[in-house]
């Protein structure tokens, strides 16, 4: 397994995996397929850390995170 970071050519395989995982199939392709990669969208606009999880060559998945806000135990870290 190897995490490293985003590519425009990871953006496919991981709305399938958001389409897959929110089952959105079932509301028919033509919903699935725009809905997930808008929903894949949003999230990558409001992380500021996005690591693609690779496995044997094949997108297995994704971590992201984001703040909205600051977080305190973050900047106590930072001014130590």
């Not at 190897?2 to 425009?8: A, F, K, N, P, Y």
């Not at 995996?17 to 990558?44: F, H, N, Q, R």
């Amino acid at each position: 397994m190897i995490l490293r970071g985003l590519e425009d050519s990871d953006l496919d395989a991981l709305s399938h995996i958001v389409s897959v995982t929110w089952e959105m199939d079932s509301y028919g392709s033509e919903i699935a397929k725009p809905a997930s990669d808008e929903y894949l969208k949003s999230c990558i606009r409001r992380s500021d850390f996005i690591r693609v999880i690779e496995e044997d060559g094949q997108v297995a998945g994704c971590v992201m995170a984001g703040t909205s806000k600051p977080c305190p135990q973050i900047s106590a870290i930072t001014r130590v």
